[in-house]
């Protein structure tokens, strides 16, 4: 069974930073591109990085370029988003999601952020 | 960037009614679309993935359709168990861009 287990969220002051983490199981890591999308309360999907399975490749959105920083541990069996200069519209509920040829076929359950001072 | 554009935004409909929403693409995205149902509280699920392709599982009743610009998710009798939330998603190009989302709605 295909399992994502985001962690890392947290209250962070504007200008801080977080790392998430998401542990998958149930499935071969390093044969997949994984994914973060982000939810704020109440509004709709936001995709935010992607990194590819083979060649390390990443993608992220406008919003977070510069500033968020994707990236995977194979050994592990783990994906990351380091974050920082963290603002308030970045609070969200941060899913990790499995990329199968571009689309997103299982996702984790998420990890709130909460950007506050 | 490429922009996804649904429509309607909202849609109030009753079980048994055929459904279409419409998802526009700023610019040509091949078949690199998706559809994603969301219940409150709940994570997104893959319904159609490529245009057309049904995810294992999804029922029948789901279809998706279009090519270029221009893509339309149908669904043919709705179900009480269909009224969520629907969302695009392109992954023509990086960034993947999601649509803003369809929320149905019990008439």
């Known amino acids: 069974e295909v399992q994502l287990v985001e962690s890392g969220g947290g209250v962070v002051r504007p200008g801080g930073s977080l790392r998430l983490s998401c542990a998958a199981s149930?499935?071969?890591?390093?044969?997949?591109?994984m994914s973060w999308v982000r939810q704020a309360p109440g509004k709709g999907l936001e995709w935010v990085s992607a990194?590819?399975?083979?060649?390390?490749?990443?993608g992220y959105a406008d919003s977070v370029k510069g500033r968020f920083t994707i990236s995977r541990d194979n050994a592990r069996n783990s994906l990351y988003l380091q974050m920082n200069s963290l603002r308030a519209e970045d609070t969200a509920l941060y899913h990790c999601?499995?990329?199968?040829?571009?689309?997103?076929?299982?996702w984790g359950q998420g990890t709130l952020v909460t950007v506050s001072s | 960037a490429i922009q996804l554009t649904q429509s309607p935004s909202s849609l109030s409909v009753s079980v048994g009614d055929r459904i279409t929403i419409t998802c526009r693409a700023s610019q040509g995205i091949s078949s690199n679309l998706a559809w994603y149902q969301q219940k409150p509280g709940r994570t997104p699920k893959l319904l159609i993935h490529d245009v057309s392709s049904l995810e294992n599982g999804v029922p029948s009743r789901f279809s998706g359709s279009g090519s270029g610009t221009d893509f339309t998710l149908t669904i043919s009798s709705l179900q009480p168990e269909d009224f969520a939330t629907y969302y695009c998603q392109q992954f023509n190009s990086y960034p993947h861009s999601f649509g803003q989302g369809t929320k149905l709605e019990i008439k």
């Open positions: 999601s499995r990329r199968r040829a571009g689309h997103l076929d299982y």
């Open positions: 149930g499935f071969t890591f390093d044969d997949y591109g």
């Open positions: 990194i590819n399975w083979s060649d390390g490749n990443t």
